[in-house]
């Protein structure tokens, strides 16, 4: 069942309800803006009251390599904007339909930098998502990692390094001696001290890093390295490719056609998480901001508490003992074995 918002006259999900989201839907929310998005689409925006972005390269990285992996991402929560415009940015009280993203803010922003496009203009300083279409062995062998993707900062443009051990997901500082060579690569003479746009780099600890969004644009004919090359034109990590790839393949380290065959593979799958869905959950239509208008009295707000058990599978735990005492009444009652569903006979 839906209704409509009385502003606008946007459908609207009715409490309790969950829609599908494609990955596309879900990017567009910040690359785009309300009055461009498909006709139907949903449309989220961020409350006044969420945090800033707190995920690492790290993490960025591993989420894509799970939707790669087709690994399920989690559920996402949204606040129908009808009736809660009190939580605009804006600050307004104009509904222009479409919801508050509750939960999700920084799956959705890491999903968002795998659907950008590469800058034109490389003084443009935006994080960029790069995928290793070659990675080195030694990094996959100490990696649980299926698909190497890189991501490159306004404050860290040369990337991180892979330090993932005993299966944790961990980036660190690439040495003085690989920025030192990409530096070189660049052209750059020792005397140009700026700190390069991300743009203008690329991620120094892979081997054949490239642009997602050149990826993605590759159409079936070229998915191959020549396609690649065609592609990134003239930007400073076309030269680092190609460079790498006439060094491999004259060393006879690897085959030209594996190569090839590696970004066709990846290509397929990030073509196919364009249409991926994931699930989200429609929240209350109203949930009061105010301490004391909640499910219970005290100090919380129905927001707070809806946070607070969202991010606990439902339940608050804060007031139970991990490990029932005598004193807790929490031990597990006797069975009635007389009770119990038993087996029958074998024929």
């Keep these: 069942m ?11 999900e009715k409490s309790g309800n969950t829609t599908l989201l494609s990955l596309k839907e879900i990017a567009d929310w910040q690359l785009t803006t309300r009055d461009k998005v498909s006709p139907g689409a949903c449309w989220a925006e961020l409350p006044s009251f969420q945090r ?7 993490q960025i990285e591993v989420l894509w390599d799970s939707i790669l992996r087709r690994i399920p991402i989690g559920a996402f929560s949204l606040l129908p904007k009808h009736g809660n415009e009190q939580y605009s940015k804006a600050g307004n009280a104009t509904c222009n339909g479409g919801f508050f993203l509750l939960d999700g803010q920084q799956r959705a922003n890491a999903i968002a930098l795998g659907f950008r496009r590469f800058p034109c203009d490389d003084n443009l300083a935006e994080s960029i998502l790069w995928i290793d279409v070659l990675p080195y062995e030694d990094v996959k062998a100490r990696s649980n990692r299926k698909h ?103 060393d006879g380290k690897v085959d030209g056609d594996k190569i090839d065959c590696s970004i066709k593979t990846i290509c397929e799958r990030l073509f196919a998480t364009a249409e991926a869905r994931v699930m989200a959950m429609i929240a209350p239509d109203s949930l009061s901001a105010n301490p004391g208008d909640g499910e219970r009295d005290g100090d919380l707000s129905e927001i707070a508490l809806y946070f607070s058990r969202l991010n606990r599978g439902g339940i608050d735990p804060s007031g139970l003992p991990l490990h029932p005492g005598p004193n807790t009444g929490l031990r597990p009652t006797r069975m009635d074995t007389n009770n119990v569903i038993r087996p029958t006979a074998r024929l």
């Design 148 to 250: 190497f993707f890189y991501v490159t900062t306004p404050a860290r443009p040369w990337g991180y390094r892979i330090e993932d051990e005993k299966g944790e997901n961990r980036s660190g500082r690439v040495s003085v001696s690989q920025f030192r060579t990409a530096l070189e690569e660049m052209g750059c003479d020792g005397a140009e001290i700026a700190k390069p746009t991300p743009a203008r780099l690329w991620p120094v600890c892979a081997q054949l890093p490239v642009p997602v969004s050149i990826l993605r644009g590759l159409s079936d004919e070229t998915r191959t390295a020549e396609g690649v090359l065609a592609a990134g034109g003239k930007a400073p990590w076309v030269g680092h490719f190609r460079k790498t790839l006439a060094d491999l393949l004259s």
């Design 2 to 12: 839906s209704g409509y918002c009385k502003c606008c006259g946007q459908s609207l």
């Design 52 to 58: 800033g972005l707190v995920w690492s390269a790290a």
